[in-house]
C-alpha cells in the first residue's frame, strides 16, 4: 500500500495555543502529523516507499434534525431516532464525489558527508561501490545532493462537474504526478491548478464531465456539539466513513498558521483523511479534513479542519487568476490576559493587544499604535488574538475596515485601508509573555540608552534592563536582562523617573513592552 504523506500537531503547539486560543496545532503531509513526544517535527513530505511518510460561498445553516424531503430508508433497515442525523444517507448521496488522491515525485536531499578513506584502504572500492554517502560516485558523493522518490495519499472532493476538486496543499506538495481515483474506479492525472500554503488549500482539475459534486454549507451557523461526518482514505481504505461532534469553532493554531480559525472535531481522521470533506447533518461540506493532534501518529481526539468559507475564497481566486491574494494590517498581536486586561482598565482579558506596528504600514497610516487592544474588526468582535488574522484574511487588498480599538481607557474607531500581503498580515507576538507582578517591586535596574544604542536598535525612547532581581516579580513575567523598556502601559518611557510614575500609579499589574532582539512584546507583571 502507499504511504501517506502527514503531520502532526507537536505539544510545543498545544502549549501556545492553550495560552493564544484555548488549543493546540500542526502544520505538513497528507494528515498535517509531527511527534508530540520528541517536541521535534518530522519531515513535512512524503518519503520513499520503503520509509514511512510525513503526508499527513454557498452557504445553509447547519442543524441537528434529519434531512429534509429524503425518503426512508427501503427494506428493513431502522431509521435513525428523531434528532438524529441520517450518516447513511449522507454517505450514499455523497459520497460518489469523494475522491482518493495519489501522488508521486522526486525531491532533492542535502549533500550527507561520509567518512573520508584512503583510495588505497582495501574496503575503499567496497564502500565506493555500495554508495557509502560522501564517497566520489556514491549518491551524496563529492558533497553534492541527491533526490529521493516520493509516494504518499490523501483525499478530496469534487465542487463542479466538470472536474474542479478541493484538497489539502500538503497533500499535493512536491508533487510531480497526481492521481485521483473515483469511487467508481476510474482514474485520471490531475493538473494542480494552484495551492496556497498559508491555508493548506490547493485546487485539482481531472478532464471530465457530468461528475457528481458535494453540497457546499456554512461555518456560520454550525454550533458547538452539532454532529459532522467525515469520508476520506485513512491508512489507504478509500471512502471510509467516520462521524463525531464539533468540538469548538475558531481554534488558533500558532503564528504559522493563524490565517485559518479552525474547526476542532472528534471525529476519528487518520493519515490519508487529510483533504477530505467535513460534512454538517444536512449533507453539506462546512470544511476540509487538515490536522490531527497525536503523539502516536494516529487519531486521539483532536482534529481539525478548514473552514469550507476559507477553502471557497481560495478556490475563487485561484480559479480566476490562478493565485491567491491575502490582506494585510500590518500589526503584531498578542493574548490579552488577566494582567493586560488589569493594565489597561478592561472589564474582561479579550481583544488582540498591539504589540509593534509595521513602520508605513496600513495600520500605521490607520493610526495604530503599540499598546493599542483591537477589540472589534469590521463589526466583528475580536475576542482572542487569534481571531484578528483570520478576519484580516476573509478581506481583500484595497478594503476599507473599520477597527475599534482600546487607548487609554476609552474606546475609539479607526479606518484603515488593507495592504497586500506577501508576508504575514496580522502576526502573533513570539517570546515570553509570562503573567505573573512600582519600580521596586518590579525588580529591575535600568538605565538610559546610550545614542548608538538607540541608532542600532531604531529607537528614540526606552531604557535597557541591566539586571532583573532573582524571584522578583519581572523575572517570573520572563522579563531578561538585555531587554530594552519601551513603554508601561502603553506610555512610552524615556527615564527611570517615568517608570516609577507609571508603576505608582498602577493598581494589580503593569503591562510592560519591551524590545527583545528585533521582536516587540507586551508582558504583563503582576504588582498588587
Known sequence: MAQQVEK?????KLVWALAAAGVLGAAGGALAMRNAAKLTPVAETATTASESSGSGDTQVAAVTTPLANVAAPAGN????????????QIAATQGAAVVNISVSGTVKTRAVRGPQIDPDDPFYEFFRRFGVPGMPGAPG?????????IRGEGSGFIVSKDGIILTNAHVVQDAQEVVVKLT??????????????STDVAVLKIEAKNLPTVRLGTTKDLRVGEWVLAIGSPFGFENSVSAGVISAKGRSLGPDESRVPFLQTDVAINPGNSGGPLFNARGEVVGINSQIYSASGGYQGLSFAIPVEVANKVRMQIEKDGKVQHAKLGVMVQEVNQGF???FKLDRPEGALVANVEENGPAAKAGLRSGDVILGFKGQKIVASGDLPALVDQSLPGDKVDIDIWRNGKRETLTATLGDANEKGAKLAKGDAGA???????????????????????????????EVGEDS??????????????????TPVQSVEQVRGAIKGADKSVALLVQRGRDKIFVPVRIG
Open 141 to 149: 558523493g563529492d558533497g553534492e545532493g541527491g533526490s529521493r522518490q
Open 8 to 12: 502532526m500537531i507537536p505539544v510545543k
Open 341 to 343: 486586561a488589569d493594565s
Open 184 to 197: 467508481d474506479r476510474r482514474e485520471f492525472r490531475a493538473k494542480v491548478l494552484g495551492s496556497d500554503k
Open 473 to 490: 516579580a519581572a523575572a517570573r513575567a520572563g522579563v531578561r536582562p538585555g531587554d530594552v523598556l519601551l513603554a508601561v502601559n502603553g
Open 436 to 466: 505573573d507582578s512600582d519600580h521596586g517591586k518590579l525588580g529591575l535596574a535600568l538605565r538610559p540608552l546610550q545614542p548608538e544604542e538607540r541608532r542600532q536598535l531604531g529607537t528614540r525612547e526606552g531604557l535597557l534592563i541591566q
Open 77 to 88: 433497515v431502522t431509521p435513525p431516532p428523531a434528532g438524529m442525523p441520517d450518516f447513511a
